[in-house]
T-cell receptor, first 111, second 115 residues
């Protein structure tokens, strides 16, 4: 079946550090992949997406590349800010209208 | 354009009471989803609608939960009777049929506390 696995948090980084949040997936067919972000007290927001193998999604300095050979979609940012503190969800779009979300990874960035 | 609007933002009630959560999707969106978020179980899909018709309610935990979508601009999630284990944040999300499956727009959620 379809599933998404993310690295467990919480992750704590100093401002300007490099961020990687690992995400791997299991799926039949060729799903689209997504990263969502949830700031405290808010709903989830789509951060970036990739719809086919080798696509790179990017937004607000975040990037993730769809790697079919390793079934991965790791989120990266070169220099994090305090304002990036949030929970990040990796997600997989199925062909059955449903989205499979990972468990979320909490990121705290300290000045 | 307004986003997905949910009400109430916070609800505190006592066990056994009826709870009704409301959602207004983005105008023109064809799909509406109800999710529940807890620390223990993460984000769970409860039910979703396409063009106001319930398509999959397999995530609804028990018969105490019911959801309706009487028109394209309004949906409710009802819990009757409520129990302390129903305490969670409930999110509504909507999507265009023409968009990718994963391109959801979420509301800010309704935080439910059942005492």
């Amino acid at each position: 079946g379809n599933s998404v696995t993310q690295m467990e948090g919480p992750v704590t980084l100093s401002e300007e550090a490099f961020l990687t949040i690992n995400c791997t997936y299991t799926a039949t067919g060729y799903p689209s992949l997504f990263w969502y972000v949830q700031y405290p007290g808010e709903g989830l927001q789509l951060l970036l997406k990739a719809t086919k193998a080798d696509d790179k999604g990017s937004n607000k300095g975040f990037e993730a590349t769809y790697r079919k050979e390793t079934t991965s979609f790791h989120l990266e940012k070169g220099s994090v800010q305090v304002s990036d503190s949030a929970v990040y969800f990796c997600a997989l779009g199925t062909s059955y209208d449903k989205v499979i979300f990972g468990p979320g990874t909490s990121l705290s960035v300290i000045p | 354009d307004a986003g997905v609007i949910q009400s109430p933002r916070h609800e505190v009630t006592e066990m056994g009471q009826e709870v009704t959560l409301r959602c207004k999707p983005i105008s023109g969106h064809d799909y509406l989803f109800w999710y529940r978020q807890t620390m223990m179980r993460g984000l769970e899909l409860l039910i979703y609608f396409n063009n106001n018709v319930p398509i999959d309610d397999s995530g609804m935990p028990e018969d105490r939960f019911s959801a309706k979508m009487p028109n394209a601009s309004f949906s409710t999630l009802k819990i009757q009777p409520s129990e302390p284990r129903d305490s969670a944040v409930y999110f509504c999300a909507s999507r265009l049929a023409s968009a990718n499956t994963g391109e959801l727009f979420f509301g800010e959620g309704s935080r439910l506390t059942v005492l």
